[in-house]
């Protein structure tokens, strides 16, 4: 079965550390992952997409890698702020299939 | 551009009414999307259009859900009867590219809540 798990459900961390959010796939033959932050009632924001034959992205403070063979993809925030604080969802489009199917999301607590 | 438009934000009905959920996808993308989250089961993508065609409807629930694009600009939703159990919140999303161009990044409108009593 296809599926996205992201590890842990929930993180608190203080203001200005560096994390890591985890997300792992079943199945390395994957067209893409892409990465999404979710504040509560609202919709979702795209953060970065990673295309199968790339290992990472870079926007800002947020850094996403990709290890197919392993089946993993991290995302990286450096310097957190209280403002990240939000749920960040991972996503992946198996070639076998063709639809994004979404990870249960982590919900990150930034405090000041 | 405005991003993915959806209306209405919130809708409250009561159980056997008509829904009719609304989209005007990015202008210039080809593919639209429409998805349902709950608590329960997270995103599960419903439907999704190439070109104004429905391309995969494998995750529509029921036949009391149906999809429709009649143009580039404009898609919709419905649930008739409505139950209690489509109680979520529905998203549409539109991307310029789809599997062929390695799939395209999807951006998300800022859904519908929906309320079935």
């Known amino acids: 079965?296809?599926?996205?798990?992201?590890?842990?459900?929930?993180?608190?961390?203080?203001?200005g550390e560096n994390l890591v959010l985890n997300c792992s796939f079943t199945d390395s033959a994957i067209y893409n992952l892409q990465w999404f932050?979710?504040?509560?009632g609202k919709g979702l924001t795209s953060l970065l997409l990673i295309?199968?034959?790339?290992?990472?992205?870079?926007?800002?403070?947020?850094?996403a890698s990709l290890d197919k063979s392993s089946g993993r993809s991290t995302l990286y925030i450096a310097?957190?702020?209280?403002?990240d604080s939000a749920t960040y969802l991972c996503a992946v489009i198996y070639n076998q299939g063709g639809k994004l199917i979404f990870g249960q999301g982590t919900e990150l607590s930034v405090k000041p | 551009d405005a991003g993915v438009i959806q209306s209405p934000r919130?809708?409250?009905?009561?159980?056997?009414?008509?829904?009719?959920?609304?989209?005007?996808?990015?202008?210039g993308h080809d593919y639209l999307f429409w998805y349902r989250q709950t608590m329960m089961r997270g995103l599960e993508l419903l439907i999704y259009f190439n070109?104004?065609?429905?391309?995969?409807?494998?995750?529509?629930?029921?036949d009391r859900f149906s999809a429709k694009m009649p143009n580039a600009s404009f898609s919709t939703l419905k649930i008739q009867p409505s139950e209690p159990r489509d109680s979520a919140v529905y998203f549409c999303a539109s991307s310029l590219a789809g599997l062929a161009g390695g799939g395209g990044e999807q951006f998300f409108g800022p859904g519908t809540r929906l309320t079935v009593l």
């Open chain 2, 10 to 27: 919130h809708e409250v009905t009561e159980m056997g009414q008509e829904v009719t959920l609304r989209c005007k996808p990015i202008s």
């Open chain 1, 37 to 40: 932050r979710q504040d509560p």
């Open chain 1, 1 to 15: 079965k296809q599926e996205v798990t992201q590890i842990p459900a929930a993180l608190s961390v203080p203001e």
């Open chain 1, 51 to 63: 295309q199968s034959s790339q290992r990472e992205q870079t926007s800002g403070r947020l850094n």
């Open chain 2, 51 to 62: 070109n104004n065609v429905p391309i995969d409807d494998s995750g529509m629930p029921e």
């Open chain 1, 79 to 83: 310097a957190s702020q209280p403002g």
